[in-house]
C-alpha cells in the first residue's frame, strides 16, 4: 500500500460442545499454509479507491455489493479493509483495538455481518512498529495480534513492511505466519513487502501470497516517483517486473503483482487488459474499486467466468511470454486437461493487425513440461471475450487488437 504519513440443563450441553470444538482443534492442529488458497485468492480491498476513508458502514456496503452484484457467484469470497482501520494507540494491556469512530461495533460484530453474506473477511497490519499510516503496527505484538483476529472471525491477513527498522523480512513474516497457525484458525497470510527482500525465493511455506512489485496505480503505462522515497508503477510496469517469477508460484503460493485497479479511471480497453493479464499471471484477482458504484462495463470485466476460470485453473501455472515484436506481446498459460490460453497484449496505443500461423509455431513450457504441437494437434480456437468460436489451429488466426487491449483465446481439443 502507499506508505502515507498521518498528523498522527444448557449449561452442561454448551460445556460438552466447547470440549469437543476443542479437542477438534487440538487433533487438526494449525492450518498448513498450501492449505489455503489452492487457486489464487478472489476478494475486494479498500485501499486503492478509499485509502484512508474507511469504516464500518462502507465495508457493510460493499459486503452488500459483493454478495448481490454476481462477483461473490463469479468467485469473490475476502472483503478486506486496509490501513487506519485501528485506534490511535493499544489500550494498556497491549491489546489492538478498532477505532471506535469509524468502527464502533467493532470488528467481531463487522465479522459476523460479512459471514452473514456468506463471504469473509480480511484486516490489514504491519510487520513494523507502526503501519504505512501511522497506526499501530504488530512488531512484538505478533502473537497478541493473531489471537485477537482469531478471536474476531478474521480470515484473511495483509501484513505490510512499513516502519520495520532492523527487522529481516523472512523472520518477521514467519513470526506472524507462526501464530496465525497458532490459533488454528485458518487466515490466509498475504504479504506485503514489496518484492524487496525476494519473498519468491522464501516465502512458498510463510503464507499464501506474496507481493512483487511497489505499490500500483490506476494508469496503464506509467510511473509516479515520489521523490525518490518511493514510486508507483503502471500495469505494464507491473507486468515487465514478474519476468522470471513464474516458476516460483504454484497452488497454495502466489506472486501478487498488487491489486487491481479495474473501475478506477483507466479505459475500457486497459481495464480488460489489465484484468485479463493478471488472471493469466494467477495473480490474485483483489478488486480496488467502488463495488457500490459501478458501471455495467467495469462489473462484466471483473466477473467474466471464461476469464477468471484461466485464473482459477487448478493445474495453476502462470503464463510465459512467448514473444514480444513491436509493441505487441503473444503470452500462452497451459491449463488443466491438454488446453492452452493465448493472450496478444497489444502496449501500442493503436490497434495493430497480428496474424498468428499456428502450425509454425512451437510453444514449449519447462514448467509444465508440455508443449503445444500445432503440427500434428488440432485446437478449437475460442475467442474468451468476443465470445466467438473462430474455427480450429488448421487455419492461421488474424485479427486486430485494439490499442492498450489484448485478445485473449482458448484453446481445447
Not at 312 to 322: C, R, V
Not at 332 to 342: I, R, S, T, V, Y
Amino acid at each position: 500500500m502507499k506508505r502515507i504519513v498521518l498528523i498522527v440443563n444448557g449449561a452442561a450441553c454448551a460445556s460438552v460442545i466447547m470440549l469437543l470444538c476443542t479437542a477438534c482443534v487440538c487433533t487438526h492442529g494449525p492450518e498448513k499454509p498450501g492449505a489455503l488458497a489452492l487457486t489464487p485468492q478472489m476478494g475486494w480491498n479498500s485501499w486503492n479507491k478509499f485509502q484512508g476513508s474507511v469504516s464500518e458502514q462502507l465495508i457493510r456496503e460493499t459486503a452488500d455489493a459483493m454478495a448481490t452484484n454476481g462477483m461473490k457467484e463469479a468467485g469473490y469470497q475476502y472483503v478486506n479493509i486496509d490501513d487506519l482501520w485501528q485506534a490511535q494507540q493499544r489500550d494498556a494491556r497491549g491489546n489492538i483495538l478498532a477505532d471506535p469512530t469509524r468502527f464502533p461495533s467493532g470488528i467481531k460484530a463487522l465479522a459476523d455481518y460479512v459471514h452473514s453474506k456468506g463471504l469473509k473477511l480480511g484486516i490489514y497490519s504491519d510487520a513494523g512498529a507502526h503501519t504505512c499510516g501511522g497506526r499501530p503496527g504488530s512488531r512484538d505484538h505478533e502473537t497478541q495480534d493473531a489471537q485477537a483476529y482469531a478471536s474476531w472471525g478474521v480470515d484473511y491477513l495483509k501484513y505490510d513492511w512499513c516502519d520495520v527498522g532492523d527487522l529481516k523480512a523472512p523472520a518477521a513474516y514467519k513470526k506472524m505466519s507462526d501464530a496465525l497457525r497458532a490459533t488454528g484458525r485458518p487466515i490466509l497470510f498475504s504479504l506485503c513487502e514489496w518484492g524487496t527482500s525476494k519473498p519468491w525465493t522464501w516465502a512458498k511455506d510463510v503464507g499464501q501470497s506474496w507481493r512483487t512489485t511497489g505499490d500500483i496505480f490506476a494508469k496503464f503505462d506509467g510511473i509516479i516517483d515520489h521523490g525518490g522515497k518511493w514510486k508507483d508503477y503502471g500495469v505494464l510496469q507491473i507486468l515487465d517486473m514478474q519476468a522470471g517469477l513464474r516458476k516460483y508460484a504454484g497452488p497454495g503460493h502466489w506472486n501478487d503483482p498488487d491489486m487491481l485497479e479495474v473501475g478506477n479511471g483507466m479505459s475500457e480497453n486497459e481495464d480488460r487488459a489489465h484484468f485479463t493479464l493478471w488472471c493469466f499471471l494467477d495473480a490474485p484477482l483483489i478488486s480496488g474499486n467502488d463495488l457500490r458504484h459501478m458501471n455495467p462495463e467495469t462489473l462484466k470485466i471483473l466477473t467474466d467466468k471464461d476469464i477468471i476460470a484461466l485464473n482459477q485453473d487448478p493445474l495453476g501455472i502462470e503464463a510465459l511470454k512467448y514473444s514480444a515484436q513491436d509493441g505487441v506481446e503473444v503470452w500462452f498459460k497451459p491449463l488443466a486437461h491438454g488446453a492452452w490460453a493465448m493472450c496478444v497484449l497489444n502496449r501500442n496505443k493503436e490497434p495493430r493487425q497480428i496474424t498468428f500461423d499456428w502450425r509454425n509455431e512451437k510453444v514449449t513450457d519447462d514448467i509444465s513440461k508440455r508443449k503445444t504441437k500445432f503440427d500434428t494437434t488440432t485446437y478449437r480456437v475460442r475467442d474468451l471475450w468476443k465470445k466467438q468460436d473462430l474455427g480450429t489451429t488448421e487455419t492461421p488466426l488474424s485479427a486486430e487488437v485494439p490499442g492498450h487491449d489484448v485478445l485473449a483465446i482458448r484453446l481445447d481439443k
